[in-house]
């Protein structure tokens, strides 16, 4: 395989990060058409553990921007959660009220949305859309002292001070998705959730901004959700994937051993995608097409391009389970229930 393991789990944090800071249990969001419910997101569950990053995965339209979405209670119409608890440090926030709620956003989960950067005001400095972000929530600050906090932001992201200045058409892509991140720590957050930070950024590019993820986990301790389809950055970024497919979470591991021996069949298809100089080899596709959301069949929903498919996932939902140490797969293969 042609990716490395940045921080093998022998050298990584002692894993002294067993508290748990987000709880998502048997998640539902669905998108209601004229031709029935899009089961977005199926009965998903998951936790995130103080400091780790969890890299979420998976093919485009699977669900990880809902699943994200749904933790801020930002789905938008015809979107709604129809099932399911989002428990930060044992708060359900599916059942608070916006006002609850805005006072969770920012300053306790915070959001990279996808395509970030496209979206920084053009004609308005970065120390002004910075500021703005810290005022919106804190009130009105001295300026000196809202100065001193955005040129720290801009330090602690990478960023020369002669950003503050600048507006953002004067920055590459890389320097906006870095403006992005630290607006999103302004208030010092114990979730932050990137969605696609690196996709359309050049390689070298989307190694600085995940470099740069990695040292405000690191300097202030943020747990994070990486969303993304890049397994190689992921490797290099994160302590633990989960991959969905269709709507469902079908594997949950610690990085190192999803690399080494993936489980599920739909995480073999994606490891054994990686392409590598050294291996050239005929990309293995399997037969079959992603089913129509709306109708999922009954049983697993990978079977339609499984290449081990039986009778009984046909029938059987098969449930996430714990079948090795802190590995969980959503597969017949690996028990019998
Ligand atoms: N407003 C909507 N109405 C109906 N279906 C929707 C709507 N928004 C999203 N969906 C469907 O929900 C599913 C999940 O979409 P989502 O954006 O969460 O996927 P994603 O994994 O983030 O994809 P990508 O990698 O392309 O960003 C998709 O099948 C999509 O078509
Ligand atoms: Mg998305």
Known sequence: MSVTLSHQIGERRPAGTENVVLEVHNLKVYYTTPTGDVRAVDDVSFEIREGEIVGLVGESGCGKTTTAMAILRLVQSPGRI???QILLDGQDLVRLNERELREIRWTRISLIPQGAMNSLNPVMRIKDQIGDAIETHEGRLPRKELQERILKLLAMVGLPSRVYHMYPHELSGGMKQR???AMAIVLNPTLVIADEPTSALDVVVQRVV???LLEVKNRLGVSMILIGHDM?????LV???AVMYAGRLVELSDVYSLFKEPLHPYTQLLIESIPSIKERKPLKLTEGLTHDLRNPPPGCIFQLRCPH???KCREVVPPLLEVQPHR???CHLYYDV
Do not use: K
């Open 82 to 84: 129809v099932g399911g």
């Open 179 to 181: 403006v992005c991140i």
């Open 210 to 212: 995940g470099e740069t």
């Open 232 to 236: 190689g950055l992921m490797a290099q």
């Open 239 to 241: 302590d633990r994937i």
């Open 309 to 311: 498919v039986t009778d």
């Open 328 to 330: 969980r797969v959503a």
